[in-house]
């Protein structure tokens, strides 16, 4: 407000190297505070004077101006663009060759805060030249370098294919793989996230990511100490499983599934969704894959999250996941079911539907979820509860099992009059002429009028 920054423009010009970069420093810092002051600094033609003779200046300086240019394009796309408007990616680029580690950190940071909002403001940095340079900058000793450039190859890839594959091209993956089992835990966090952008876009550079070995490797970032790591890692073959069954396998051969199933049971709250959402892929992918989840003892943890999870997103995630166990035949439903989760899904599907975006998903999956298990499922036990609570389109297919099983099975017989089930039946409204109505009928058919009525 008192018209600081006009003030420090002509220091940044200033005869006195540290007044240079002091200046420098304080535009970093202000542009650093929010957006209307990055905003400022923009419009007070500030960056022609930071960016005027740059590569003649000392490191100090250097670190000061790529401070800067990270502090102002950090706050939205706009900013970003800004930046790369007044030539200041070449310059960038230009200090990622620099001797000092302290300047190729500085210029990576920034070039990773540009890349970061959008395919475009990233595609500037690719056509800028920085891939090649940051992949070097990864080789190097210094740790604190390692961890940027790995963020900004990370925030480089997340885009699009294309971009990824310009990282790909550069030889990032080897590199990237070789650090995962580096003792630190932030450049692991970096490492993980990077591979992860790569292998989500699709199967060709989820399988490239797989050919560095880094299976089975990468399961001891599950078992780390550092949240971060865990929920990266559980991320990283998420990104992997997802694409097809056969990588989904590769992953149940290394051991994954059974990792990822620790993982969950060890920890709490967002770090467990990337470990809940691999092995809904796993088991979507086919019976077989589905039965592994089964066998490596994955129905618990899950109905665990269904349970202690607090945020709708969560809940949401470990039935979605349930479903896709549960979806395949009798026996995979019945695995689910015999874990009492159907009383808890219902639970839940009666309970979220408040109207906020969130919730409306949360319950949508949720009744996905339900119907996948119901339609399968011909554990009558545990079917039964349901008949009381649940609302009429779920009801459909809880009447719809029953139908199909009690003509086949006297003991199921038995036990579904003297548990009140058939009285339940009787109470239900059906439309005449309905699906509903057909499966009441079958039922009722199944017994001695007598008993019916």
């Excluded at 008192?2 to 003030?7: A, D, E, F, Q, R």
């Excluded at 109207?355 to 011909?378: F, G, H, R, V």
């Excluded at 509860?385 to 009801?395: E, K, T």
């Amino acid at each position: 407000n008192s018209g600081v920054i006009s003030l420090l423009r002509p220091l940044l010009m200033d005869v006195v190297p540290t007044i240079q970069q002091t200046a420098a420093l304080a535009l970093g810092r202000l542009a650093n505070y929010d957006d209307d002051l990055a905003e400022a600094v923009v419009k007070g033609n500030i960056l022609p004077h930071l960016l005027c003779s740059l590569s003649e200046k000392n490191r100090f300086y250097k670190k000061a101006a790529a401070f800067v240019l990270r502090a102002v394009s950090k706050h939205s796309p706009q900013l970003a663009q800004a930046i790369v408007h007044c030539g200041a990616l070449e310059m960038l680029v230009m200090c990622l060759e620099d001797f000092d580690p302290g300047v190729k950190e500085a210029a990576s940071w920034a070039l990773g805060y540009i890349a970061r909002h959008n395919s475009e403001l990233s595609q500037a940095v690719v056509d800028a030249g920085a891939v090649p340079l940051l992949v070097l900058c990864i080789q190097e000793p210094e740790i604190a370098l390692k961890r940027i450039a790995a963020a900004t190859l990370s925030d480089i890839s997340k885009h699009s294919p294309e971009l990824a594959q310009t990282v790909v091209d550069a030889g990032a993956i080897a590199h990237l793989a070789q650090m995962i089992l580096n003792p630190d835990a932030k450049l692991k966090r970096q490492v993980l996230s990077a591979l992860s952008q790569i292998a989500k876009h699709s199967v060709e550079l989820a399988e490239l990511v797989v050919e560095a070995e880094i299976f089975p490797v990468v399961l001891t970032c599950l078992k780390d100490s550092d949240e971060y790591v865990k929920k990266n890692g559980a991320t990283l073959i998420r990104e992997i499983a997802k694409h097809t069954p056969e990588l989904s396998q590769l992953i149940v051969n290394a051991g994954g599934v059974a990792a990822v199933i620790d993982c969950i049971g060890s920890c709490r709250g967002t770090v467990r969704l990337p470990g809940i959402m691999m092995l809904g892929y796993v088991a979507a992918h086919s019976e077989n894959l589905s039965m592994a989840v089964i066998i490596s003892k994955g129905i618990t943890p899950l109905c665990v999250c269904l349970i202690e999870e607090q945020e709708d997103h969560i809940k949401a995630a470990a039935a979605w996941a349930l479903g896709q166990v549960g979806k395949h035949t009798p026996e995979h439903a019945r695995a689910v079911a015999a874990a009492n989760v159907l009383p808890t899904l219902l639970a839940m599907y009666m309970d979220i539907h408040s109207s906020e975006d969130l919730q409306m998903k949360a319950s949508i999956l949720t009744k996905k979820a339900l119907k996948n298990i119901l339609q399968k499922c011909t554990y009558l036990p545990a079917l039964e509860p349901l008949l009381h609570d649940a609302p009429p389109n779920i009801m459909k297919h809880i009447v719809g099992q029953f139908s199909k099983v009690l003509p086949h099975d006297s003991k199921a017989r038995r036990l579904f009059v003297t548990t009140g089930g058939l009285k339940k039946v009787q109470e239900i409204k059906a439309e005449p002429g309905s699906l509903l109505q057909e499966y009441i009928n079958a039922i009722n058919n199944c017994y001695p009028e007598e008993i019916v009525r």
